[in-house]
């Protein structure tokens, strides 16, 4: 292991601040690493993993489309792309989906496609796209000046023009803040990088209720919180809304890259051909590991279900933990299996602590541990986590 982390070291860009693990191998909620030793993984991939690791209906979809058909290009009709725009056209407020490979590229796609709707049906000069503080919208150009957090943004600049920042879940500074120039509101329904931070009451029913009046584009950032994370299969249905355009990435794909940008017919009317394209975007192979991914998830409802279940379980243990260890735990949040468990301090050293205890978690915002397991989690898996909490936390008080 030493040998490929120098290695790693040596060859790989220096993006990323790893642990000193090197994984192999996945099963379930189980990954391994070179030598052997297991972890529990409340990362999955950050909310990407939805059905575990290696799931056999997407190793078994993989396997057979790898074998009939990897790559063509967009030029041509590709079976399970049309399979699986369906599939989300059904389950969804949307009449039209794009395919691409990322969140961040699924998020350039919806600024894109609404400024162009908004030049279409209002001319020039309203082209400003409103997104909240703390928000985060991915690291291409025009994400991260979407992104309202300055650390993202820093040495990268001049950023983009168009783009203005709010408080999130505050309806008067939004109100405020909309004007002629106004083309769109781009929100997480929940703020995952900002550490889980769910919005109150009836804010997304009001952001919506604005934005229908000033005729201003909803774009949900679903990149996270999309494919059953918060229990729903999109976490707009929770409240009670519809989007005019949505973005999904992350839990799409069940690990296999592949991005979403939907939308209604009247919106998606703007983009035509010749507008906008991704050569790999829903390319065979990954349109395939998606239509098994998104299948599953809906199937029967039952994994949705669970998740709530699941998610109320968790967080009820948390809650318990908090009770005992009130100097430490300052906050807990959650909506289905996407927690954060904010901290008085800094998460880093809990996070090591975990990895030595075979156990992957996140920490997100410098005090907040995200917990974003596969959906497929069990009771006894979260026992075994909280578990392993309680003793780190009782070691440090
Ligand atoms: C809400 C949200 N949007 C966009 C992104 C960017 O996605 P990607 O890393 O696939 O570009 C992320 C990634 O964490 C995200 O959480």
Known sequence: MKELIEDSEKYL?????????????GRGCRVYDVRGKEYLDFVGGIAVNVLGHCHPRVVVAL?????????????YHIEPQIGLARLLVESSFADKV????????????????????????????????ITALNSFHGRTMATITATGQKRFQEGFEPLL??????????????????????????????????????????????????????EVLLILDEVQTGIGRTGRLFAYEHYDIEPDIMTLAKGLGGGVP???????????????????????????????????????????????????????????????????FSGIIADIRGMGLMIG??????????????????????????????FTPPLIVTEQEIDTVVDILEDIFGRLS
Not at 14 to 25: A, D, I, S
Not at 63 to 75: D, E
Not at 269 to 274: D, L, R
């Open 258 to 324: 592949i991005g979403a940008m939907l939308a209604g017919d009247r919106v998606a009317a703007s983009f035509v051909p010749g507008t906008h394209a991704s050569t790999f975007g829903g390319n065979p192979l990954a349109a395939k590991a998606a239509l098994a991914t998104v299948e599953t998830v809906l199937e029967d409802g039952i994994i949705l279900e669970e998740c709530r279940r699941k998610g109320g379980y968790f967080l009820g243990k948390l809650h318990t933990l908090k009770e005992e």
């Open 98 to 129: 794009f395919f691409c490979n990322s969140g961040a590229e699924a998020n350039e796609a919806a600024i894109k496609l609404a400024r162009k709707y908004s030049r279409d049906h209002f001319g020039e000069g309203r082209y400003e796209i």
């Open 161 to 214: 023009p168009g783009f203005r920042h709010v408080p999130f879940d505050d309806i008067e500074a939004l109100s405020d803040s909309l004007d002629g120039r106004t083309c769109a509101v781009m929100l997480e329904p929940v703020q995952g990088e900002a550490g889980v931070r769910i919005p109150s009451g009836d804010y997304l029913k009001e952001v919506r209720r604005l934005c229908s009046e000033r």
């Open 13 to 25: 860009m220096n993006t990323y601040k790893r642990y000193p693990v090197v994984l192999r191998k």
């Open 63 to 75: 396997q057979k489309q790898a074998q009939r058909l990897i790559h063509v290009s967009n030029l």
């Open 341 to 370: 468990l904010e901290l008085t301090r800094d998460c880093s050293s809990i996070v090591n602590a975990c990895l030595e205890r075979g156990v992957l978690i996140n920490c997100t915002a410098g005090n907040t541990i995200r």
